[in-house]
């Protein structure tokens, strides 16, 4: 008896899992297709449930001003809310907000901080433009400014994203 309700239980839990799946894929199809209403409307749920590739996908709405108005401190949160969970896509959407100083005071330190730690969980063409994206940043910063950056991802990997 105890293995069929387990069963029932692991059942239930993977078509839980499967359905919000199915949800993000729609929302992001959605958007593709410029139906940013629908899409805002799902990842807004999906994110408050925790989920990072909607947190990550409003914080970009915002960014790009789809569906929403622009406003990108509005979009910062969203991507923290993201990297938080350590979704390389939002420490590297982060990383760009600090590099040029959209909505946040350009910020190189934490720039070359999130950029890094997106590096390292990127794969392919994807991490290699990571790496030179850090480097540039790091041709802009002091040696002082560059050590407290790499002091400051060393910090935020030891805490796992928590607090950065």
Wanted: hydrophobic share 40%; glycine share 10%.
């Amino acid at each position: 008896m105890t293995r069929i309700v387990l069963s029932v239980g692991i059942g239930l839990l993977l078509t839980v899992g499967t359905a919000r799946a199915g949800l993000l894929e729609d929302a992001t199809t959605a958007n593709a297709r410029g139906d940013h209403a629908t899409a805002l409307k799902t990842f807004q749920s999906l994110a408050a449930q925790g989920n990072a590739e909607a947190q990550n996908n409003l914080g970009e709405l915002h960014a790009k001003g789809q569906g929403v108005p622009q406003d990108y401190s509005q979009a910062r949160q969203w991507y923290e809310k993201a990297a938080a969970h350590g979704h390389a896509l939002a420490q590297n959407n982060l990383a760009e907000l600090y590099f040029a100083g959209l909505g946040v005071p350009q910020d190189y330190v934490r720039a070359y901080m999130w950029v890094s730690l997106a590096a390292v969980h990127m794969k392919g063409d994807e991490q290699k433009q990571a790496e030179e994206n850090r480097n540039d940043v790091a041709g802009r910063m002091t040696p002082k400014q560059l050590a407290e950056a790499k002091r400051l991802t060393q910090q935020c990997m030891a805490l796992k994203f928590k607090g950065c």
